[in-house]
């Protein structure tokens, strides 16, 4: 019975994490073959998980190791707009190097109709969720299969 309850936490464990960075993934990709694509500035990173406050530096510093943080950027609503909105990364890095500095430039891709939607349209960002993604379909397999 022990068995059977942790395999159907690893799979719904998996089924979370896929859908969580499965759609980091893929909306970005979506969107800039469908969407607006707009450039945008990083202006900022996100202090913590939780924590709604911008700070200058790239990385911190939590528990004695360093750690990326989420960046925080800014993007005219539309081509050519004088407006702007900020928006949040919802994938950080999980490595330190490679990672974006301060007032980098960067391709914003959003859908027309939801401007409020919008992501970075990066290799880095996708690529680290799209790592996640498959390691939440490897824990899928794991508690279909029982073998790990």
């Given at each position: ?32 073959l469908s969407g ?21 530096e790239p990385t ?13 950027f800014r993007y ?73």
């Open positions: 019975m022990l068995k059977f309850i942790f395999r159907l936490l690893f799979v719904a464990l998996g089924l979370w994490i896929t859908y969580t960075f499965g759609r980091d993934a893929v909306e970005p990709v979506l969107y800039r607006t694509t707009v450039e945008g500035r990083i202006i900022g990173f996100l202090a913590g998980r939780k924590s709604p406050s911008v700070q200058p911190a510093i939590r528990k004695g190791r360093r750690i990326a943080r989420r960046p925080v005219p609503t539309a081509v050519g707009a004088t407006d702007s909105l900020d928006g949040r990364s919802s994938t950080g890095g999980f490595l330190i190097f490679g990672h974006f500095d301060l007032h980098e430039q960067v391709t914003v891709v959003m859908p027309a109709e939801n401007p409020q939607n919008a992501h970075i349209f990066s290799l880095r960002l996708i690529g680290m969720a799209f790592v996640v993604a498959l390691f939440g379909l490897f824990l899928i397999w794991m508690g279909i299969t029982g073998k790990g």
